[in-house]
């Protein structure tokens, strides 16, 4: 079965500290792994996949098969990142997105 | 190109009613996925519509079903409305012939079951 774990509900940071978003998944097979955001009275949106390796608003994240983790981090944290956070999986074939709870990011200036 | 869109985005049932909700995914798009989006359980996967079949479902009851027309719209219908089908039911649609998989995600629509 696939499952996605965000163990955090909320998050607080305060302005230019790093942050880092945790995401754990359940899947036997090789996943493709997302992050979304919705920010206040925004539509969700991609933010991020794995397999692009690339870095969007400074949020960078790595899939660590070995711990089975995606992790979400920025080095300094602005006060335009407050959102709530998806982190998601997509396992093999035509399978749908499976998405954890969310972690809502709070940056305090 | 336009976005994901879904009609209506606010609704108020009572409760023993039906619902139907509509979503038009972005032009050239032929998946279409259904979530309903609450504050206890996050997103939950309902079902997908590729090419007018349903290509997935998720773990929700028979109450919950849906359909995809010829140009790719799709509905959801919830009859026999229940307090915790309150809920944000969100549509998202997919690209084809892509080897990257994204959604495009509608802007909800806010279902209160009274």
């Known amino acids: 079965a696939q499952r996605v774990t965000q163990p955090e509900k909320l998050l607080s940071v305060f302005k230019g500290a790093p942050v880092e978003l945790k995401c754990n998944y359940s899947?036997?097979?090789?996943?493709?792994l997302f992050w979304y955001v919705q920010y206040s009275r925004q539509r969700l949106q991609l933010l991020l996949r794995?397999?692009s390796r690339e870095s969007i608003k400074g949020f960078t994240a790595d899939l660590n098969k070995g711990e089975t983790s995606f992790h979400l981090k920025k080095p300094f944290a602005q006060e335009e990142d407050s959102a709530m956070y998806y982190c998601?999986?997509?396992?093999?074939?035509?399978?749908?997105?499976?998405f954890g709870k969310g972690t809502r990011l709070s940056v305090i200036a | 190109k336009a976005g994901v869109t879904q009609t209506p985005r606010y609704l108020i049932k009572t409760r023993g009613q039906q619902v139907t909700l509509s979503c038009s995914p972005i032009?050239?798009?032929?998946?279409v996925s259904w979530y309903q989006q609450t504050p206890g359980q996050g997103l939950q996967f309902l079902f997908e519509?590729?090419?007018?079949?349903?290509?997935n479902k998720g773990n929700f009851p028979g109450r919950f079903s849906g359909r995809q027309f010829s140009n790719s719209r799709s509905e959801m219908n919830v009859s026999t409305l229940e307090l915790g089908d309150s809920a944000l039911y969100l549509c998202?649609?997919?690209?084809?012939?892509?080897?990257?998989?994204?959604?495009?995600f509608g802007p909800g629509t806010r279902l209160t079951v009274t």
């Open positions: 998601a999986l997509r396992g093999s074939g035509n399978t749908p997105l499976v």
């Open positions: 032009s050239g798009h032929r998946s």
């Open positions: 899947y036997s097979g090789s996943p493709e």
């Open positions: 519509y590729f090419s007018e079949t349903q290509r």
């Open positions: 998202a649609s997919s690209p084809t012939g892509t080897q990257v998989y994204e959604q495009y």
């Open positions: 794995h397999i």
